[in-house]
């Protein structure tokens, strides 16, 4: 999943565990602040149309919050202001998960 900052040229690349219509978790080592905007980038399987999604960073758990409580690192992402389209699309994917 690529990741774009709207404040930095810089481009992160890191996979989802947790993935809905409102938002996304990140599994990585790299945290961002609590409050961040981002504008994040992605394709779901089967579909190869990019979406993308505004979001803001809703909750970070750290490598050592992650090691103590047996979870993974990463950032709760929530989407804001997403166009119905990739609303819908979102579901869909979500919909035929097994």
């Known amino acids: 999943m690529l990741l774009d900052y709207p404040d930095s040229e810089a481009y992160l690349y890191d996979y ?3 993935f809905s219509e409102g938002g996304i978790f ?3 080592g790299k945290t961002l602040p609590v409050g961040k905007s981002l504008l994040i980038k992605f394709t779901i399987p089967n579909d190869i149309n990019l979406l993308e999604a505004r979001g803001v960073v809703k ?3 750290t490598e050592s919050e992650a090691q103590k409580d047996g ?5 709760g992402i929530e989407f804001v ?18």
């Open 59 to 61: 909750w970070v758990t």
């Open 26 to 28: 990140l599994k990585t």
């Open 81 to 98: 202001g997403m166009k119905e389209e990739t609303k819908q699309r979102i579901k869909g994917f979500i919909k035929d998960i097994p």
């Open 16 to 18: 989802s565990t947790n």
């Open 71 to 75: 979870t993974d690192c990463g950032i």
